[in-house]
């Protein structure tokens, strides 16, 4: 029994080894291969900077959206019964089943200049394409189950007699959202919401495709990494791409350390 | 305040909860609703909360209909089977959140919580959260929750089912004092005729969706309106086709007697007080007679024993 577990053990972290430790290492050597000062002028190149504080307020943007969209479906598919229900649960899930490439051509055929909305949108002065709504949207779009998925489950199992009490209290149902089935929720919802925005800080395919990639205007930071590395310039690609894999682990200790602090008190 | 249900219907599906239910309940009464799982008895004492709606028929309470009134409005103490505690609230909070949702003030709350916290023993623990509550403590923090906003009745799922026997018989006790004190109409649900014997004032007898008899715990006993009350409360030997005999009605006859039925004695047990004899009569009819503990002593009452037992006249309900 012993040496199976043994094996299982190595078997997994060697798989982990092999496909995420080794690569990110290696990203994070080359980066700093030639000490700091070339990672630095890298980093702070403006098209850099520009690229980083954009993705920053997309993130900022499509995230809190998609929460809000998340926690909502979530209720609808748990606490709701209506026809059709199976239906929409599926569709939720299609962004995880689509390309993203193919999301970002979709969006382009319909707020493109030749799209659907293109001519009144563009008619009232608004640029969706080739410009940061576009760019928010093909976001929002790819990262959009995190939520769903994550909150609906610990809705099914939290069950309804804690809302029940609260209803034959006098609580509305506002108010029971907020004091009685949030609280219970969030763990579910703060998982959620750090992997929409790990997905939505590292979105590359959407995003490319309806932003046209204008250095220093529509480049993100995954856009950027790409531009870099195709014209050679190695040390600013891996230096981005450090900055990038630093956001996304700034997020997840973050959150750890928010629930951490909570959670223990409750041992729920 | 008085409760009262009228030809009340709920089907869920294909599957009847409830067929045209009809009980009073006076006020100030404490009542328990009887019956097998799937009698219907939970579904009922939601309706009359308002947690479900009905398919047809009235609830009233008070003077008032309050058929189409929500459940928030309704005014109503609900405690759920498994207690239904707020899990990231304290106690306190967890008491206070009816006067908190009424928008009371801070210091009536503090104070109304702590005389209730006092009402249900449970001073000294307002700062804990449910997770460090046994069940019995659980169960009397979902009671002072219901209790705080001075509900027009209190209804009770199940209370004592989730809970191991000895809190069970103390809880119970404590519920029949508590009621004495506060007198708000109460109902209850259980599926033990037990409890529901030891507790109640009056009770109503569920079976299938339907109510099979209501009455005082005596009433019920002595004088059961059908087979299914009759085996359903109080133990009982069933003789076949619609007759039934009570065990403690069956007389064992000291040997020298001469007269009576004559039965082998299969098993003794000795349960305390009472002994349970498992006989079997001369035709072959397996019965089972309920004695004290004194008259099996001078009986010398031993298995493998042939005696002769006095048979009183059985019950027979028509079909």
């Avoid at chain 1, 959150?255 to 223990?264: A, E, H, I, P, V």
């Amino acid at each position: 029994m012993s040496f199976s577990k043994h094996g299982l053990r190595t078997l997994a972290l060697g798989y982990l080894a092999l496909l995420l430790v080794a690569p990110v290492a290696m990203i994070f050597y080359r980066t700093f291969e030639h000490g700091i000062a070339p990672v630095w002028d890298a980093v702070t190149a403006p098209n850099a900077v520009h690229a980083f504080w954009l993705s920053i307020e997309i993130v900022a943007i499509a995230v809190p959206l998609n929460t809000a969209f998340g926690v909502g479906m979530a209720l609808l598919l748990e606490r709701g019964s209506f026809r059709g229900k199976a239906l929409l649960s599926t569709l939720v899930d299609l962004p995880f089943a689509i390309s993203p490439v193919v999301v970002g051509l979709a969006l382009v055929l319909v707020y493109g200049k030749t799209g659907w909305f293109g001519d009144w949108l563009i008619g009232h002065g608004i640029q969706v394409i080739f410009s940061v709504p576009g760019m928010v949207l093909a976001t929002a779009v790819v990262s959009l189950p995190f939520v769903v998925r994550e909150t609906a489950p610990v809705l099914r199992e939290l069950g309804t007699d804690a809302e029940q009490a609260a209803a034959t209290l006098g609580a509305g149902a506002w108010l029971t959202f907020r004091r009685i089935t949030l609280p219970a929720i969030r763990w579910g919802v703060v998982y959620g919401v750090v992997l929409t925005t790990a997905r939505a800080l590292g979105e590359f395919g959407a995003v490319s495709v309806v932003s046209g990639r204008i250095e220093g205007q529509t480049q993100t930071l995954p856009l950027y990494v790409q531009g870099q590395f195709e014209n050679f310039n190695i040390t600013g690609a891996y230096a981005s791409a450090v900055v990038l894999a630093l956001l996304a682990l700034a997020t997840l200790v973050a959150m750890n350390l928010l629930t951490r602090r909570t959670r223990k008190r409750e041992a729920i | 305040m008085a409760i009262e249900v009228r030809n009340v219907s709920k089907h869920f599906g294909d599957f009847v909860a409830l067929d045209d239910v009809c009980i009073r309940v006076n006020d100030g009464a404490l009542t328990a609703l009887l019956g097998p799982s799937g009698s219907g008895k939970s579904t009922l004492l939601r309706i009359i909360a308002g947690l479900e709606t009905p398919d047809a028929g009235e609830v009233e309470i008070g003077d008032e209909i309050v058929t189409d009134t929500p459940a928030r409005t309704r005014d109503v103490g609900f405690v759920f089977q498994h207690y239904a505690p707020f899990k990231h609230m304290t106690v306190h909070d967890n008491v206070a959140f009816g006067l908190t949702v009424r928008k009371r003030p801070k210091a009536e709350i503090r104070e109304r919580v702590s005389e209730l916290l006092g009402l249900v023993r449970l001073e000294g623990l307002a700062e804990r959260y449910p997770s460090q509550l046994s069940g019995g403590q659980l169960q009397r923090m979902a009671l002072a929750r219901a209790l705080a906003v001075q509900p027009r009745v209190l209804l009770l799922d199940e209370p004592f089912g989730a809970l191991d026997a000895q809190v069970r018989a103390e809880l119970r006790e404590w519920l029949r004092r508590l009621h004495e004190e506060i007198h708000v109409t109460t109902i209850f649900v259980t599926h033990d005729q037990e409890e529901a014997m030891e507790v109640a004032e009056q009770i109503v007898v569920m079976n299938r969706g339907t109510i099979e008899q209501a009455g005082s715990p005596r009433e019920l006993y002595e004088s059961p309106r059908n087979e299914f009350v009759m085996s359903f409360i109080g133990p009982v030997n069933h003789l076949g086709e619609a007759t039934f005999l009570r065990p403690h009605d069956i007389q064992i006859l000291p040997s020298s007697a001469g007269e009576g039925t004559e039965a082998l004695i299969e098993r003794v047990v000795h349960l305390g007080f009472e002994v349970r004899v498992e006989l079997k009569l001369g035709d072959g009819r397996d019965i089972w007679a309920q004695v004290t503990r004194e008259s099996a002593q001078e009986l010398e009452l031993q298995e493998g024993q042939i005696l002769a037992v006095r048979l009183p006249e059985p019950r027979v309900f028509a079909a």
